[in-house]
């Protein structure tokens, strides 16, 4: 299955704990350390997670720059994870990423390039992402390439082509937050109160039985 999860609420969870701001995307990079280890044992084909909007750029540039460095120093140390090449992991990244720090593009590519031909486990970073700017690349790229412009080929342009079976959300909010609209269309969602930090496996493995009781019928 492929399950999407937007990281909400680090910010809350440092001010809830009394915490500078920093803290809780530390926690919440930690969480994600956890998270692959969880995915991998569950068997979880695909991932994508929403770690940065567009329009998290227009917070304080304090804020943002500290998560660049944290991208940055979280990024490189995945480059080296002994746990992506031992599982066959392939990472990818969708984004508007000429908008990140130079640094951070060169770690990127640098990780495609050595997971591209891994296929047990896939996992996609939303980084400088927006659904709807996803859309518009995906149109620009079919008229540049002469292409039709219908389903298929608007899907195969997309960032992220494959479509989440799951989506969750912590933090406690329930809107999609500009967060794979078109891959989102039959997705089942399921929302959690606590903050990403606090995210544990035994959340992800309700959050799936909670899905597998679901009845899916895209929209018949």
Known sequence: MHIGIILDGNRRFAKNNKKQFWKGHESGAERVENLLNWCIELKIKELTLYCFSLENFDRSKKEVNFLMDLFKKWFKKLENDKRIIEN??????????????KGIQAIMERIERKTEGYDNHIINFAIAYGGKQEIISAVKKMIKENKSINEKNLQDSLWIKDEPDLIIRTGGEKRMSNFLPWQSTYSEWIFLNKMWPEFTKKDLENAISEFKSRKRRFGK
């Not at 066959?88 to 720090?101: S, Y």
């Open 88 to 101: 066959k992991v392939k990472i990818k990244f969708a984004g508007e990423r000429e908008k990140l720090d």
